[in-house]
């Protein structure tokens, strides 16, 4: 894909947000319509857990259809309330307003959703993934969970997202600590806005990315005693942004991006 191409689909996918709602930041859009449109479709699916209004939905299935690739599978229970919107909704209308979202945005045929919570998709779930994205039960067990169940199955070369790890929820953060950056496949990784990302490489080539993991573990574990499942408070509060302010979790530039993640894509012969 020519950069111009790649650069004008991301801003379309900023712009197109904007529309929606959601809480998701314009660094946050672009990440994953980057990560979306630049996994080869061979490498396995698209799974997205957290739907809830369909902004990451409708992004990420423009982004695969980019890359030409089929389709993103989702899955979330649409049930209210949700710990992480704090804004009033009604549970009745969420699910028709996740279709809604699907169809204005002419995405519904590029969706196949589960309606259901994560746990239940993974017990029958054998498929290879290139992209997974994790927005779901941000408590400890539920996120510690949804990497459990679904990182096995993230192929060499495809990557591993998490939002809310600098959002004061002890739940993402802590999977990604422990989960991802501390797994033995762990290659490059970083945080966009609050999104904590890393690709999975062969164990044989995790080594030369051990120094720059450790040192973003370091400074996320150094938020862990500041969460308590929201937003700290008071002076925990003050000492956690001055802790989440020494995380470097700015815009991805897309040819870094690409110079990391290409590096460790499989030889296809």
């Not at 409708?58 to 209210?80: E, F, M, N, W, Y």
């Not at 501390?182 to 609050?194: N, Q, Y």
Request: aromatic residues 6%.
């Amino acid at each position: 894909m020519k950069p111009e191409a790649l650069a004008a689909h991301l801003e379309e996918m900023v712009t197109r947000s904007h529309r929606l709602q959601g809480l998701l930041k314009d660094r946050e859009v672009r990440f994953l319509a980057l990560a979306a449109a630049t996994m080869p479709p061979a490498l396995g699916e698209v799974l997205e857990i957290g739907s809830f209004r369909g902004l990451s939905t409708t992004i990420l299935a423009h982004s695969v259809r980019l890359a030409g690739g089929r389709r993103v599978v989702a899955v979330d229970p649409l049930t209210l309330p949700a710990s992480t919107d704090y804004r009033p909704a009604d549970a009745g209308e969420l699910p028709a307003q996740f279709r809604r979202t699907l169809e204005e945005n002419g995405v519904a045929d590029d969706v196949e959703f589960h309606r259901m919570r994560s746990g239940e998709l993974a017990r029958n779930w054998h498929r290879p993934l290139r992209l997974l994205w994790i927005d779901g039960d941000h408590s400890g067990d539920g996120a510690r969970a949804d990497v459990a169940d679904f990182a096995r199955f993230v192929q060499p070369g495809g990557v591993i997202a998490l939002h809310d790890v600098l959002h004061g929820f002890d739940g993402p953060v802590r999977a990604f600590c422990v989960g991802v950056l501390a797994a033995p496949w762990c290659g490059p990784a970083g945080v966009c806005g609050s999104i904590g990302w890393a690709q999975r490489v062969e164990e044989s080539a995790a080594p030369r990315y051990a120094a720059q993991r450790q040192r973003l573990k370091r400074r996320l574990e150094r938020l862990i005693p500041y969460t308590h499942g929201a937003e700290p408070k008071l002076l925990g509060k003050l000492r956690y942004k001055l802790q989440r302010a020494r995380v470097p979790h700015g815009d991805l530039d897309p040819q870094v991006w690409l110079e990391l993640t290409e590096a460790n894509l499989p030889v296809v012969a």
